[in-house]
Structure formats: structure tokens, C-alpha cells
């Protein structure tokens, strides 16, 4: 089987649905088929991998400077698609490369499946600095339209799941959970001393970590109004934030009005995975308050490493978990968060619950990837059956002068593969 992935944002970029995308594709080359990725073109882009990435024309976008937009329309990535009988695609993301992998399935007569990442009414409403909810609004419904017209849709949660409902959606959802590339790792005294070195921290005094995008979205003020609060009481600890973002200056100064510099360090972000290992399993709890992101990674990293979580209760970061069995659950305010981080501390079976957690969360890749193909396999057969029924093929979505609404993020239409159609060139 030959499966293309399109998702808007890839390697070098770390953020959650890149990293799915890149272990779906690795793994699925290696064992299933072959995998080819189509992605926006990125500056820093520069590692090569096993298996062929398809770039197309990008631009920068305003409002995430860590992303690019891409421009969904490539002569050469459509040829490329059609000469390897591409059977399978499967995008990641509902904006321009959910647009792409629309029109090239229907174009092909393949079936389109999408998986259902993000909050994304929460998130334009929070990148755009506004009060006002119209924004969300319009994407919601850009995004509804968008999955309503593909074939199946995949959410990594039934969390996730509600989300899009709540969104307007009215069709099937398949809830496949994201996998974790972490091993299995156990605490290890002298790595644990080398890590307490380098950042210098207080050998007696437990070791808490964050790690993810530096940005208030996820509630990592929180975690310092907490050990502010914590600290005031004489509890010991050690902090390491671990990450980047638009918020990490702010959070840097945040420390230092608590009075926690001392118990406080930021490692930047840190892309070798054999160091972040080191770091989680280094970590006697992690802490995650944040309850816009749906299916977290990084929480099942830290079981994987036998590290338990301070996690938001009802979040779906919490889906399905058990306070006092395999994670500690918080209220979303200050005051809890901080109660609850204390009562962690002082648990007597806080090893346990960590090794509970990596009994109860972790879930390896390769696992995700035997169920994710079974799917695939069904969906590919079902098609073959019915595919000449009327009506199956459904079409692109024509958003007319919406396109309108993109230019307000300084996107450069004029960045044009010169291979282009005068037709291609219409349509963007």
C-alpha cells in the first residue's frame, strides 16, 4: 500500500501533530508500505529522511511564527502523487495541506482520511489577542465544512472527539490514539546525578519538569503561581522548564517576581531524544495544567519514564485516568494546582503511581501503527468494492472570496511554482 500524509507543519517544527505525522510515516515505510509526506516548504528543513518528503510553495504567517502556510497548489507534487498509485490519503490538518490532499484524492479517486488534532477556535482566538469570539467562529465553521467532505474522519481522543462536535460536526468519528516514541525507561541514580549537575539543583529536593511550547495557552503560569505558593511554605523543589515560545520571556520574568529563581531553570528546547529521556526519567513529577491540548505526547513520555503527571481534571489531556492511581488531578485554578502539587510531593506511593501511569498510559508507535493500518486496509478495501457507486467521490469544497480572509495574515500569493497551470494559478 502506498499512504501519503499531508499536514501543515513537519520537522524541524516539534509540535505535536509533526511529530505524529513523522512516526507514522517512518513506521509505515518500515513496515507496512511506502510513505510519502507532503508539507509546506520550510527554510530550515535541511535533514533528510527514509522515505520521499514532498515540498511545496510556503509562505510565513503572522500570527505563528514557528509556521509556514503553504500555497495548496504544485504541478509537480500532483505528477509526483499520480506516478506512485498513491491508494491511501491521509491528512492531518484541515487548513491549506487539508485542502491539497482534498483535491488530489478526489482527483485520483482515493480515499480521503483526516484526523482531528486541535482546538483550533481556541487557538486563532488566543494568537489573535482578541475578545471578540466571531474569529473562532469562522474557523469553526471553515472547519466543520472541511471534515464534513472528507471520507472518514479520526480524532486522537474521545475528548477530541466532542471537541469537534461541539464544532457542528454531525458525522462518524474513529477515536485512534497517538503512540509514543519514548522507551520504556527507569530511573537511573547516575544519570539522575548528571542531570542534577548540570542544572544545579539541590540533591535533596525532588525534580519537577515541563515540557512543551512556552505559552500561557497552556497554563504554565499556573505551574509558577503554584511554586511560588509552594515555596512560601518552605517546600523544597527543583523546577526545569524544558521548550520554547512566544510566553518564555514572560514566564522567565514571572519566576523572578515569585522569588523562585533559585529553585527554577529553563533548558530551552532540547531535540535530542536521548537527553529528554534522561530528563524525564530524572523527574519525579510532571506537570501539564493545560487543558487546550487533547491527546499530549509529552504526558505519555513521562510514563513512559515512569514519571507521573499533575494533570487538569475533566481535560482531555485526563481522559480515562484515575486521581491517586496513575496521575495526581487539579481544579484550574492556582490555589488547587498548588494543593494538589503539594499533596504529589508528599505522597508515599508517588513511585508507585508513576510506574501505574507507565502501566496504564504509554502506548508505543508501533502499536498505534498495527491498529492504524488494519484501518487502512479496511478502508482501502471497502473503496475498491463501492468506489464506482454515484456519489461516493465527493467534491472540493469552492470557498470563493474567503480566500479574502487569508491575505489578512500577510500570506504571499505571489510565490508561485513557475510549473504551474494558468488554471492552478486561478484557483490560488
Known amino acids: 500500500m502506498n499512504l501519503a500524509l499531508f499536514n501543515e507543519s513537519f520537522l ?23 510513505s510519502f509526506v507532503a508539507i509546506p516548504s520550510h527554510p530550515k528543513r535541511k535533514q533528510e529522511f527514509p522515505y520521499p518528503v514532498w515540498e511545496y510553495k510556503s509562505s510565513p504567517i503572522t500570527v505563528a511564527d514557528q509556521y509556514r502556510i503553504g500555497i495548496p ?19 492531518h490538518c484541515p487548513f491549506t495541506s487539508g485542502l491539497l490532499a482534498q483535491r488530489l484524492a478526489t482527483k485520483n479517486g482515493v480515499p480521503h482520511i483526516s484526523t482531528f488534532h486541535s482546538k483550533y477556535k481556541e487557538d486563532i ?33 474521545n475528548g477530541t472527539a466532542n471537541t469537534l462536535r461541539e464544532y457542528g460536526y454531525k458525522g462518524d468519528i474513529t477515536v485512534m490514539p497517538n503512540g509514543c516514541d519514548m522507551p520504556i525507561t527507569h530511573c537511573d541514580s547516575e544519570v539522575r546525578k548528571k542531570i542534577f549537575a548540570k542544572y544545579e539543583f539541590d540533591d535533596d529536593a525532588p525534580m519537577l519538569l515541563f515540557v512543551g511550547r512556552h505559552t500561557f495557552t497552556k497554563n504554565t503560569d499556573i505551574i509558577i503561581k503554584a511554586l511560588g505558593a509552594i515555596a512560601r511554605h518552605n517546600k523544597k523543589f527543583n523546577m526545569l522548564f524544558v521548550g520554547d515560545g512566544e510566553d518564555s520571556k514572560e514566564m522567565r520574568s514571572m519566576v523572578e517576581q515569585q522569588g523562585l529563581s533559585r529553585f527554577v531553570r529553563f533548558a530551552g528546547k532540547i531535540c535530542e531524544r536521548d537527553i529528554l529521556k534522561d530528563i524525564y526519567s530524572s523527574s519525579d513529577l510532571f506537570l501539564f495544567p493545560s ?27 485526563a481522559e480515562g485516568l484515575i486521581d491517586g492511581k496513575n496521575v495526581f488531578l487539579s481544579n484550574e485554578t492556582n490555589e488547587d494546582f498548588a494543593l494538589t502539587l503539594n499533596n504529589a510531593l508528599e505522597c508515599s506511593n508517588l513511585e508507585e503511581i508513576g510506574q501505574n501511569a507507565r502501566r496504564d498510559i504509554y502506548i508505543s508507535w508501533n502499536d498505534v501503527l498495527s491498529m492504524v493500518q488494519k484501518e487502512y486496509e479496511k478502508i482501502s478495501g471497502e473503496w475498491k468494492k463501492s468506489k464506482h457507486k454515484k456519489g461516493l467521490h465527493k467534491k472540493v469544497v469552492d470557498f470563493g472570496t474567503n480566500i479574502d480572509v487569508l491575505k489578512e495574515y500577510d500570506i504571499n500569493f505571489a510565490e508561485m511554482d513557475a510549473s504551474n497551470t494558468e488554471e492552478e494559478k486561478h484557483q490560488i
Not at 524541524?12 to 511506502?34: C, H, M, S, W
Not at 489577542?129 to 472528507?150: D, H, L, Q, W
Open 73 to 91: 497548489v504544485s504541478a509537480k507534487l500532483s505528477k509526483s502523487f499520480h506516478e506512485n498509485d498513491i491508494e491511501i490519503v491521509h491528512s
Open 291 to 317: 487543558v487546550y491540548d487533547n491527546a499530549p505526547l509529552v504526558v505519555r513520555e513521562a510514563a513512559a519514564c515512569g514519571c507521573a503527571s499533575v494533570l487538569i481534571s475533566g481535560s482531555n489531556s
Open 125 to 157: 482566538n488566543l494568537r489573535l489577542k482578541t475578545n471578540f469570539e466571531m474569529p473562532g467562529e469562522i474557523i469553526a465553521r471553515y472547519v466543520v465544512a472541511f471534515y464534513s467532505r472528507c471520507d472518514h474522519i479520526w480524532s486522537v481522543s
Open 12 to 34: 524541524p517544527q516539534l509540535d505535536g501533530v509533526a511529530v505524529t505525522v513523522e512516526n507514522y510515516a517512518r513506521i509505515f515505510n518500515e513496515q507496512y508500505g511506502k
